[in-house]
């Protein structure tokens, strides 16, 4: 029976994904440090199927990777574990390129050391690679790269790039140009697999999710998780703060629709090395989804409030083609749905916190 290793596992995606690995492998890890950040308690999430092994140890300790390995011959290695802050990135620039880069280094030399290749890896990657992306000027059709929006800009409220449109990435047409040190620490974690995986002859496949939201996101966790942050301040009756004048763009991606195309993409091996976009191709405004909560819990409409942040980009969404080719996959979830389900799973955990306090 096979083994799957998948770091980060006991956090959202992870926990959202263990039922699935569990029915589909003999053997299921999760190697996660339940980084307080993410974890406002140290145990084992309820949401991580009890089929799955937790061991508690981190990816950028070649200790704990010796220890692990010992026991462990992973086939299959879904790597999940990450610093996940893009705000929070460009302040932290030291902590989010040691675990995400070093990290995933640190794991390549303990699986070659202790002699475990793992066939194939699937990397979740983030949408954040791209940066602003590709923008298109409506009349001559020209695209151009515009790059990341400097100080200047920022501070004048020049949001857009001029007349110009964002155009949707796509893994096979966009460059990557990342605008945050999470984002460049995402690049630079696929390139670092992408090499090693071809010198030891293990396919790659390579996630970059758009924003997923849906219940098991963190409620703790301050600095990621837009939908859930809206959500809190929502049930709080409190106005939703807008940044810049709340018109970005946004593909909002329900969980389960992310774990059903993660798992498609593990039952169907595709090519030996390649890069998926996963979103529900559709892009949404902040300020649209923050008038979506707003309205779900009664709360004051939100308002701009005139901040800004660096490492935002503007606008992203992304194209799905190449999922719904390769793998028959497809957004199921309406953003109404998804929040009604965010929404019936955040009472459950407020109802469970007051029942044990
Ligand atoms: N959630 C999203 O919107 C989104 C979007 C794009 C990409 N991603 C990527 O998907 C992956 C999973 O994201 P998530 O939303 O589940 O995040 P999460 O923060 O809920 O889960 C990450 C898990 O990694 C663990 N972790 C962090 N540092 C670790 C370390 N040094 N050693 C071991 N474990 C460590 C945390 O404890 C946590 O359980 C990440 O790589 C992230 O970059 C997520």
Redesign the pocket.
Known sequence: MSTCLV??G?????CAMSAGLAGRFGRVVA?????PQ??ATPGRPAALHKGVELLR????EPADWDRLLADCDPQVVIH?????GTGQSVTEAARHTH?NVT?TAVMLDALLRNRRIPSRFVL????AVYGDGAWIDPVSGDIAYPGTRNRAQLAQGEWDYGARRALPSCAATTPAGPASVYGAT?LAQEHVLKAWCAAQGAALAVTR????YGPGQ?LS?PY??IVALFCRLARAQKSIPLYEDGRMLRDFVLIDDVVAALLAVLDQPGPLQAHYDVGTGEALAIADIGARIAALYGAPAPHVCGEYRFGDVRHASCRIDAMRQEFGWRPRFSVEQGLARLQHWIEMQFEIEAAVS
């Open positions: 770091t980060g006991a956090g959202f995606i992870g190697m996660d440090n339940l980084h993410v974890h140890l981190d990816i950028t999940l574990a990450a610093e996940t675990v990290g979740a990657s983030s949408r995402k999710l758009q924003n997923v963190s966790n990621t998780g």
